[in-house]
Nanobody, 125 residues
Framework: VQLQACGGGLVQPGGSLRLSCAASGFTMDYYSIGWFRQVPGKGRDRVSCIGSSEFSTYYADSVKGRFTISKDNAKNTVYLQMNNLKLEDTAAYYC???????????????????WGQGTQVTVRG
């Protein structure tokens, strides 16, 4: 079982990036996929999550209206489209998978069984 996150990079404020999280060894059809981010010295913060049904999504208040999570079951991949990036979005971004979480548990890192290796997003003017 593996999650491969990619798509990070260096971008100016107001710019966009699209992160991808590709799964192997299991099918995302039955899993909730979350994106979390972490800066050095701090805990892992929830960013966005999508349920196994893909119609249920969650966004942290700090990214609402700017980030969009989507799922392509045929490609076994989840995407995080990040627009209007801000300096405070700078972090290492991780994707994680959990078997059919209920909505209220979407943002709980300890409930996620599988984690990707992280991809760095740096927003700098």
């Amino acid at each position: 079982v593996q999650l491969q996150a990619c798509g990070g990079g260096l971008v100016q404020p107001g710019g966009s990036l699209r992160l991808s999280c590709a799964a192997s060894g299991f099918t995302m059809d039955y899993y909730s996929i979350g994106w979390f981010r972490q800066v050095p010295g701090k805990g892992r913060d929830r960013v966005s999550c999508i349920g196994s049904s893909e119609f249920s999504t969650y966004y942290a208040d700090s990214v609402k209206g700017r980030f969009t999570i989507s799922k392509d079951n045929a490609k076994n991949t989840v995407y995080l489209q990040m627009n209007n990036l801000k300096l405070e979005d700078t972090a290492a971004y991780y994707c994680a998978a959990a078997y059919r979480l209920i909505y209220s548990n979407f943002g709980v890192p300890s409930l996620y069984s599988y984690w990707g290796q992280g991809t760095q997003v740096t927003v700098r003017g």
